[in-house]
């Protein structure tokens, strides 16, 4: 079951580890051969309330300071260019400030130097055609005038519609947008108006802007992820929430997101059993109810009494041959019947059966995780008392790699269910290599399976109970797991996605290093920088008591996968005391 020479079956005993040399020798190992696939690079950072106006300001000042434009003028362009200062600065290098600024809605210098306001008497409306003092009326940069009570039904209306961000101006095919200070000026009197065209400027940071994106978690914890680099990751927000950036769904690698909205759409909707439904039985012509043939006969009678065809599903009379119907000819194949029968059978069963492994790895994970409060509990409780061992990282590590590798084991079926025997991928893979495909993934997969139960089954020992020899053979469960999501992964990736030239799916990567925290912002930035690479990074289970763990900048603590190279340092620390 094992493919190298340092695997060994879950049958026999276990070499254990037992001296520091070998301990840093399996690190060494592991480092050495490289078991981590070669993943994009990804930084994602928690945003609150707090910062968020400090990140706008930033990019705000940024542009200010290359293009030495006012902050309405920055505002405008960012939100056109969403937030992409890179997009922004090279469509400037490639074409003119002014046609730039003329497609992100912004009067560029030249343009706004030419309107001749004038500075006393009456002006005449050009909404309501009244004429009014100049001092009640707005002239916007794009040189368009209007009297500010049309100005303010405008904005009403606009903010009411949901576009606060971009306020155009009302003149007909002008395609300017408003500036902020006038519309600011105007709103002065209308408080909650106001307050939500400014809580709107502030939300375009993260709604017009694709590197970020907000917390799903409900409810809702105010919080946003931003992430620069590859978005196809899996972040961890402060309050414990983990989605997949790219899609906003809950995490689903090794699960494309296109794979994973469709098994959701198939789970809800019940979409299989339809499915074999439309294709197994017929309604009733008089009584509509679901008819399924239970014989050879194209003759079908209801238990209303009213007989039709089963090929066709009109009304008939019961006199009829095994091949004709009296005074029925519908024209169609019996075979092209047959066949569809077939094949909605194959794919109703298909289905049953990943949809059965994946639902027992996921009722596995929330009954593990029933069990995490207690471990910790008793992991406090043990420190406290002094007993030998005095750190228990190890297995608090052990828990977070489970719970990884359980979620990750589970949607393994589920990428398996379109990887082979569908139609998403049938039109770039053929029946034989599908045959092959799916044979190392199976593999792969049971050699996943049977390692992550084992360690499941080691950390059901009563926390009391782990001498020595129980501890070390946790730590190299721990480590063969990761090695398996390794190998599972880069599978996948190298050899399934990356065969596929006409498809732009792709996972998130896994990578067994632990993920890196960072104790201070990034540089020229304010958000909490919480990971360093677009890889499986944790799953979040309930805070541990324990002190053995990692704090951002803000206090807040954000749990990390285990790998070989922590748990062994763990060891040496515990070996010490």
């Known amino acids: 079951m094992y493919d190298s020479e340092d695997d060994y079956d879950s049958d026999e005993d276990p070499e254990f580890l037992s001296s520091e040399e070998d301990m840093e020798f399996l690190s060494d190992q592991q480092h050495d051969a490289g078991l981590s696939p070669k993943t994009k690079q990804s930084v994602w950072g928690v945003i609150d309330k707090a910062k968020l106006a400090q990140v706008q300001d930033e990019s705000l000042a940024a542009v200010q300071g290359i293009l030495g434009c006012s902050r309405d003028t920055a505002r405008k362009l960012l939100t056109h260019f969403q937030w992409n200062k890179e997009a922004l600065f090279g469509t400037l290098a490639d074409r003119s400030e002014e046609a730039v600024y003329q497609s992100a809605g912004v009067i560029s210098r030249s343009e706004a130097e030419t309107h001749d306001v004038p500075s006393s008497g009456e002006i005449e409306c050009g909404c309501c055609f009244c004429d009014v003092p100049v001092a009640a009326a707005t002239t916007m940069e794009c040189g368009?005038?209007?009297?500010?009570?049309?100005?303010?039904?405008?904005?009403?209306?606009?903010?009411?519609?949901?576009?606060?961000?971009?306020?155009?101006?009302?003149?007909?095919?002008?395609?300017?947008?408003?500036?902020?200070?006038?519309?600011?000026?105007?709103?002065?009197?209308?408080?909650?108006?106001?307050?939500?065209?400014?809580?709107?400027?502030?939300d375009s940071y993260i709604e017009d802007n694709k590197s970020v994106r907000w917390c799903p978690s409900v409810p809702h914890c105010g919080c946003a992820i931003q992430v620069?680099?590859?978005?196809?990751?899996?972040?961890?927000?402060?309050?414990?929430?983990?989605?997949?950036?790219?899609?906003?769904?809950?995490?689903?690698?090794?699960?494309?997101?296109?794979?994973?909205?469709?098994?959701?759409?198939?789970?809800?909707?019940?979409?299989?059993t339809a499915n074999w439904l439309n294709t197994n039985t017929k309604p009733c012509p008089k009584c509509q109810n679901q008819v399924e043939k239970n014989g050879g006969c194209n003759l079908v009678v209801c238990r209303c009494g009213q007989a039709f065809c089963w090929l066709c599903g009109a009304s008939t009379g019961r006199s009829h041959t095994?091949?004709?119907?009296?005074?029925?000819?519908?024209?169609?194949?019996?075979?092209?019947?047959?066949k569809k029968i077939n094949e909605a059978q194959r794919n109703l069963?298909?289905?049953?059966?990943?949809?059965?492994?994946?639902?027992?790895?996921?009722?596995?994970?929330?009954?593990?995780?029933?069990?995490?409060?207690?471990?910790?509990?008793?992991?406090?409780?043990?420190?406290?008392?002094g007993t030998e061992l005095k750190d228990y990282t190890w297995l608090s590590q052990a828990l977070q790699q489970l719970f990884c590798a359980r979620r990750i084991l589970g949607n393994s079926y589920v990428s398996a269910f379109y990887f082979f025997g569908n139609d998403m991928f049938s039109d770039e893979i053929t029946p034989e290599q599908n045959d092959i495909n799916k044979s190392l993934f199976e593999d792969q997969q049971a050699c996943l399976e049977t390692e992550v139960e084992r360690l499941s089954k080691l950390i059901e020992t009563?926390?009391?109970?782990?001498?020595?020899?129980?501890?070390?053979?946790?730590?190299?469960?721990?480590?063969?797991?990761?090695?398996?999501?390794?190998?599972?992964?880069?599978?996948i990736e190298n050899d399934f996605l990356a065969k596929i030239m006409h498809s732009t799916q792709s996972i998130a990567p896994y990578k067994g290093e632990s993920t890196l925290h960072s104790s201070t912002?990034?540089?020229?930035?304010?958000?909490?920088?919480?990971?360093?690479?677009?890889?499986?990074?944790?799953?979040?289970?309930?805070?541990?008591?324990?002190?053995?763990?990692?704090?951002?900048?803000?206090?807040?603590?954000?749990?990390?996968?285990?790998?070989?190279?922590?748990?062994?340092?763990?060891?040496?620390?515990?070996?010490?005391?």
């Open 322 to 338: 095994w091949e004709t119907i009296s005074g029925h000819s519908c024209g169609r194949y019996k075979e092209d019947v047959d």
């Open 349 to 385: 069963q298909r289905y049953i059966h990943y949809n059965s492994r994946w639902e027992a790895h996921v009722a596995s994970q929330k009954l593990e995780a029933k069990q995490v409060a207690e471990i910790r509990e008793k992991i406090a409780e043990l420190e406290d008392n």
């Open 228 to 272: 620069d680099g590859d978005p196809q990751c899996e972040p961890v927000c402060q309050c414990g929430c983990k989605f997949c950036f790219q899609c906003g769904l809950d995490p689903h690698s090794p699960c494309t997101c296109e794979m994973w909205k469709q098994w959701q759409r198939k789970c809800s909707d019940d979409s299989e």
């Open 521 to 577: 912002p990034q540089e020229n930035s304010s958000y909490t920088a919480v990971a360093a690479s677009s890889s499986e990074d944790s799953d979040v289970i309930p805070a541990c008591p324990s002190s053995h763990g990692l704090h951002s900048a803000e206090g807040q603590r954000h749990e990390h996968p285990p790998s070989a190279e922590r748990l062994i340092g763990s060891e040496k620390r515990a070996r010490r005391l």
């Open 462 to 491: 009563p926390v009391n109970e782990m001498v020595d020899s129980k501890r070390f053979e946790v730590i190299n469960s721990t480590a063969n797991v990761d090695k398996r999501l390794i190998k599972l992964f880069e599978l």
């Open 144 to 202: 368009h005038t209007y009297c500010n009570d049309c100005w303010q039904q405008h904005f009403k209306v606009q903010i009411g519609e949901g576009n606060s961000r971009r306020l155009p101006c009302m003149a007909v095919k002008c395609g300017a947008i408003c500036d902020d200070r006038q519309v600011r000026k105007l709103l002065r009197k209308e408080g909650k108006l106001l307050q939500k065209y400014e809580e709107k400027l502030l």
